[in-house]
């Protein structure tokens, strides 16, 4: 991944978390939207990785900020670099610390006023991989955004040796997103939901089609944040990042094993 090109840094900034992803089983992805100014943020190291051990998001009593929860942090420094326009350099030398959690009630306004009614702008003329050439021109490019699917087909847990993958299946104007196996979503809330599901069933792999996920997750409307991750050879690939049911679901996070 290029560096990041950081410009001015700013003051410190509100976040309200929807992207808590696990990128490798000791590393997270953070990704919210800003507090005053609605954009997307993707923290990203002075090196441009995106990968954060748990422990930046330890608030003062101890805990961990998690999906949904509003947090403070010391400063941010926009770094954008293609396509990853929302990429901001976050101080987390200073804990954050939590202001505040979107109450249940208030999820489906919340996710209804971020999403976007298509992915046009993450993924052009409805690609499934991007090279540099696919690019939108004109600063037009995002690498993240929530959006209300109009079906999800199907989700998938299973095991991957002693790792578990969780896939994703939508349909969204007309497209179908992610297959059989579906898109990868390295979710932690919803890996830690799969692995309990795995192990109280004894199963090896689960599906849950559309109906099934709506009934086991309680609610009528699920939201999905989609996002670029890199690829080889200068590919970028979408990931379901974000699985938001507009109902809190029950999940025991082992931040030992994302």
Not at 55 to 66: K, Q
Not at 90 to 100: C, H, L, W
Request: hydrophobic content about 40%; proline content about 8%; some cysteine.
């Amino acid at each position: 991944m290029p560096n990041p090109r950081p410009t001015k840094a700013t003051a410190p900034r509100e976040l309200t978390l929807l992207v808590v992803a696990c990128v490798d089983a000791t590393h997270l992805e953070i990704a919210g939207i800003d507090g005053n100014t609605g954009a997307w943020l993707r923290a990203v190291q002075p090196t441009g990785e995106r990968a954060f051990t748990p422990d930046v998001l330890r608030v003062a009593d101890g805990t961990r900020a998690v999906d949904l929860d509003t947090i403070r942090v010391a400063a941010a420094t926009p770094a954008p670099a293609a396509p990853f326009v929302e990429n901001n350099m976050f101080d987390f030398t200073t804990p954050p610390v939590r202001t505040g959690h979107i109450e249940e009630r208030a999820i489906s306004r919340t996710l209804a006023a971020v999403a976007v009614p298509h992915l046009d702008t993450v993924l052009p003329a409805g690609k499934r991989v991007l090279t540099p050439k696919d690019l939108l021109p004109g600063g037009r490019q995002r690498s993240i955004a929530m959006l209300r699917p109009d079906q999800i087909q199907h989700i998938h847990f299973s095991y991957e040796g002693e790792d578990v993958r969780v896939g994703v299946s939508f349909r969204h104007r007309g497209q179908a997103y992610g297959g059989p196996t579906g898109l990868p979503c390295p979710d932690i809330k919803l890996r830690a939901f799969a692995r309990s599901a795995l192990r109280s069933q004894g199963s090896l792999a689960i599906t849950l089609d559309g109906r099934a996920c709506y009934n086991r997750f309680a609610c009528a409307r699920i939201y999905l944040t989609v996002g670029l991750v890199e690829g080889a050879g200068e590919t970028y690939w979408p990931q379901v990042l974000g699985f938001h049911p507009i109902r809190e679901y029950r999940a025991t996070i082992n931040y030992d094993r994302l």
